[in-house]
């Protein structure tokens, strides 16, 4: 067995924190959009990040978990979130740290905490000016002059009122938003009844009716007053959407959704589950995913037979080279040697980080494999292929011709299974006939199955996958949420957690740019599934 490994980098979220500044999300949409480069997942992501480390180092998961906070329903991998910090490493916006127990943490440079400050006094000075606005109109209005402090209670009544009515509406979730004066967008549609319910006052009452009268001004593209604030919510409203995945949509209605796609995890896959935690969780955490996307997800018996059977023979042998390699006083040297014998590489860092005690507890944990699977909804059954000897013979003899061609040998036991796993696989596709989606792979790290498959198909999709391949195409394809859910997701928390700084980084060209993306009004999407 080689190449056994595939990572794939999906943790699970620790728990919730929350952002201590209101306007958090403002200030970081603000940032995005005075940036040169255009913006992309990547960039939103780095602008949520940026303002999670804003309270402290943290470490990458802790990160992700913020992360989602600021965006829910973003389902964002943690190899999205790594790939983002280390944008931001070359943007010399973060750096990497370590804890005092040697855990990694990233951490904002100089010019991160600077990048911050500027956005945060950007959106102080936002509200200051919207505050400043109503104290005109109060003057001007109720003949009154309003003090700050209760100004910024009314104001912030007004602005939740506005997020409200503009989530409802969902307009801005499709992307279809237009422009007003200054560089500032406005959603096709506010929910103006929502609006007022949710600033439940009065009107009859003269300062219930000044609120009401000063919202519906807000609303209202020909009146300056609010325009700067709605644009926000707007904007942050449209990366909401974009980076959740809805610029998806149009792909998912031409492709159709995986229904019922079969995944066969083969032994490799399996491999990774019982190794060292960071290849572990990201394979269950794949395997959890795809059982939620509804992929049927199977395992076969004989895998998880020579998974057992393979850790019972190899590893009193790889036990005894590791003793003789430590006598001589070549651990190091040893351990390097390793690189390339995956299962070796695997069963020694699970047992170096404490995952296990000893090898024999690896195997053990390869029998517990079967209870594991089962919790998680993957099916572990019987290959069913009696029936069918001459479709295993046909698929056995192509493995041996194809081993045969790369000069490789194996044992005869393992190329029977490999028969059984790849039969499962192409009676399956077989009977799918009226679906987009070929019907069924073979999640693997085995380089011998695809060529072996495509000497006996004409089917032109590969038979293989590894787990990262099929850990991005489970993504890709995962139903983008609907804007009711991004819009009942995202109510309250575009101003409760950081509404106001992550909007303040896009400008209204590349609000208007994601805009196209997501709404087919717009152009839509001119890319196809393939």
């Known amino acids: 067995m080689e190449n056994l490994v595939e990572t794939s ?14 306007y958090a999300l403002v200030g970081a949409v603000h940032r ?57 490493k070359e943007l010399r916006l973060v750096a990497t740290t370590e804890a005092l127990d040697s855990t990694q943490l990233w951490t904002l440079t100089a010019d991160g905490l600077l990048d911050i400050q500027q956005h945060t006094e950007w959106v102080t000075n936002l509200r200051e000016r919207a505050i400043d606005a109503l104290i005109d109109k109060a003057a001007e209005g109720l003949q009154i002059q309003l003090d700050r402090a209760t100004a910024y209670i009314w104001m912030d009544r007004i602005v939740r009122s506005l997020t409200s009515g503009i989530q409802a509406s969902q307009t801005a979730y499709l992307g279809q938003v237009s422009a007003v004066l200054n560089g500032t967008i406005m959603p096709g549609h506010i929910d103006r009844h929502l609006v007022l319910q949710e600033l439940a006052v009065d009107e009859s009452d003269e300062i219930g009716g000044f609120l009401h009268a000063t919202a519906l001004a807000a609303i209202d593209p020909l009146d300056p007053f609010g325009n700067e604030l709605v644009s926000h919510i707007t904007t942050g409203c449209v990366l909401h959407s974009y980076i959740a995945g809805r610029d998806k ?9 995986p229904q019922q796609e079969r995944a066969i995890i083969d032994t490799p896959v399996l491999l990774m589950l019982i190794g060292p935690d960071r290849v572990s969780g990201p394979a269950f955490t794949a395997l959890q995913q795809a059982v939620g996307g509804n992929w049927d997800v199977i395992v076969a018996e004989h895998s998880l037979q020579e998974l057992t059977e393979l850790l019972e023979s190899s590893l009193p042998d790889l036990l005894e080279k590791f003793q003789q390699a430590a006598a001589r006083g070549m651990k190091s040297a040893w351990y390097s040697s390793l690189v390339d014998e995956q299962l070796a590489s695997l069963c020694f860092e699970a047992v170096e980080s404490g995952k296990y005690k000893n090898f024999p507890q690896i195997i053990e944990a390869s029998r517990g494999l079967l209870g594991k699977l089962q919790s998680l909804g993957v099916t572990v059954r019987h290959h069913h292929n009696e029936n069918h000897p001459g479709l295993v013979e046909r698929c056995r003899t192509s493995l041996e011709r194809t081993l045969a061609d ?37 999640i693997t790290s085995d380089r011998v199955m695809a060529p072996a498959y495509a000497d006996i198909s004409r089917d032109k999709v590969p038979l293989t996958l590894t787990l990262a391949q099929w850990t991005t195409l489970v993504t890709m394809t995962a139903e983008p949420p609907s804007v009711k859910a991004l819009a009942q997701a995202a109510a309250g928390q575009l101003v ?24 087919p009004e717009h152009g839509g999407l001119t890319r196809t599934f393939a």
């Open 249 to 257: 949509a149009r792909i998912m209605k031409e492709v159709g959704a």
């Open 9 to 22: 980098t999906d943790l699970e979220q620790p728990a919730r924190s929350r952002e201590d500044d209101g």
């Open 32 to 88: 995005l959009l005075a940036s040169d480069r255009s913006a992309s997942r990547h960039d939103l992501l780095l602008a949520a990040a940026c303002h999670a480390l804003a309270s402290g180092d943290k470490s990458a998961t802790e990160v992700r978990a913020l992360v989602a906070n600021i965006w829910p329903n973003s389902s964002s991998t943690m190899e999205d979130i790594e790939k983002s910090l280390q944008l931001g």
């Open 496 to 519: 409760e957690e950081a509404m106001w700084l992550i909007p303040a980084r896009f400008p209204s060209d590349k609000a208007f740019a994601l805009a196209r993306q997501l709404s």
């Open 406 to 442: 790369l000069h490789r040998s194996r044992r005869t036991q393992g190329i029977e299974r490999d028969a059984e796993t790849m039969a499962m696989a192409l009676r399956k596709r077989a009977r799918t006939t009226r679906s987009g989606w070929p019907g069924a792979w073979v």
